[in-house]
């Protein structure tokens, strides 16, 4: 397999993308794997950034990729701007993969945020697994713990801390959107929103299409889990793999909890829209089998159900109280989350819809897309690539 490293990266990470890129370099099981960097901006002054195999990509470059793409598929720049856009979760993803083409015929692709240091052994760990069988189905995803988990708690662990937990320390980290630290290399215990799902490993064969953001939109949160399930409603045929030697140290800073438990919810009736329509026969690996089906319904009842289940959990007796400060916290969290599900249930349907519409888009165009690229000749491959 033709390995190839990607890495989105925003404004403002410079160091942190610095350290992640001398991590991978340090890797004694790095073996010189050509390393695709996407961008929001066209600075290519970091130093590490001009060495041989590691290749920066930003916005004009993403724009490049879209206008040949167009002229050749004549799809809408619209639609394609939102599958490529730089500033979401996933859109970043999908410019890297589908570039990633442009090196081979059948790229295995590791995915890396740049605000992530790999520990020795991650990329011996995905080479040992990718690709490979178990149990006769196709490992595409390989995934390992993540230390210094400093990413959000997910709604439902955050729940479950807040109602069992006097642990002050525990409950402060919870409240910062993190993980509690004490449970580092375990988070996988938690369930969908612990195991590390971001080091995504797609071939060919079974490519996720992450989260597509709509320019302007909300972002969809909820976990790479919840992205890493949806590939395998889609692709049956493959599997996800959990490795606990293929670690990496997560090094941002702790989040503000509100918006992302607003993406998180945004995530799960997106996810379970996906799950009924695959159910039901309407949702193959090319989209919708109707094209012309309302899926509006289907989200309605979905957006009911999954703010009717948070309220519930919201609402549930804990066993006790805590500190003042804290409960004053805890107090502000509960309403900023009620209002959203009480109120806020419009908006999330209307952002539910478009990013289940911008996915259907992708999945209903990747392979053409795909194979457009590898079409590519190589004074276009060259203008693509170059700044």
Not at 154 to 176: C, M, P, S, W
Not at 213 to 238: F, H, K, L
Request: charged share 25%.
């Amino acid at each position: 397999m033709y390995y190839i490293v990607t890495i989105p990266t925003v404004k403002g990470r410079e160091e942190a993308l610095d350290k992640c890129l001398h991590s991978i370099l340090n890797d004694k099981t790095y073996l010189g794997y050509p390393i695709l960097v996407v961008g929001q901006n066209s600075d290519t002054s970091l130093e590490i950034l001009r060495r041989e195999n590691i290749f920066y990509l930003g916005p004009k470059n993403i724009e490049k990729l879209i206008d040949y793409l167009q002229s050749k598929l004549e799809l809408s720049i619209e639609d394609l701007s939102v599958l490529f856009n730089l500033f979401s979760i996933g859109g970043a993803r999908n410019a890297l993969t589908v570039l990633s083409f442009l090196f081979s015929e059948d790229p295995a692709v590791i995915s890396v945020d740049d605000d992530e240091e790999v520990v020795d052994g991650f990329f011996g760990e995905h080479v040992r697994l990718l690709g490979t069988q178990h149990k006769g189905r196709t490992i595409t995803l390989v995934t390992g713990p993540y230390e210094n988990h400093d990413s959000y708690v997910g709604i439902e662990t955050l729940f479950y801390i807040l109602r069992r937990k006097r642990d002050i320390e525990i409950v402060n980290e919870a409240l910062q959107g993190r993980m509690p630290s004490r449970k580092k290399n375990r988070n996988y215990i938690y369930g969908v929103e612990g195991a590390r799902g971001g080091n995504l490993s797609r071939c060919r064969t079974a490519l996720l299409i992450p989260y597509i953001y709509s320019a302007g939109e909300v972002c969809m949160r909820g976990g790479d889990e919840i992205q890493a399930d949806i590939n395998q409603i889609i692709y049956p045929e493959t599997v996800n793999v959990y490795t606990p030697h293929a670690t990496v140290i997560h090094t941002g800073p702790p989040r503000n909890l509100a918006p992302i438990i607003e993406g998180e919810i945004l995530g799960i009736i997106v996810h379970r829209v996906i799950r009924e329509l695959f159910e039901k026969g309407c949702l193959g690996k090319k989209g919708l089998t109707d094209e012309n089906l309302d899926i509006s319904g289907l989200v309605e009842t979905h957006t009911t159900k999954v703010c009717e289940e948070n309220k519930r959990l919201l609402c549930k007796k804990r066993y006790f109280r805590y500190p003042q400060p804290i409960e004053d916290e805890l107090r502000k969290l509960k309403s900023y989350i009620l209002n959203l599900l009480n109120e806020n249930q419009p908006e999330l349907k209307k952002h539910a819809i478009l990013h289940l519409n911008n996915l259907f888009f992708g999945l209903r165009n990747w392979e053409n897309i795909i194979n457009c690229i590898l079409e590519v000749d190589d004074a276009t491959k060259i203008k693509i690539l170059s700044h």
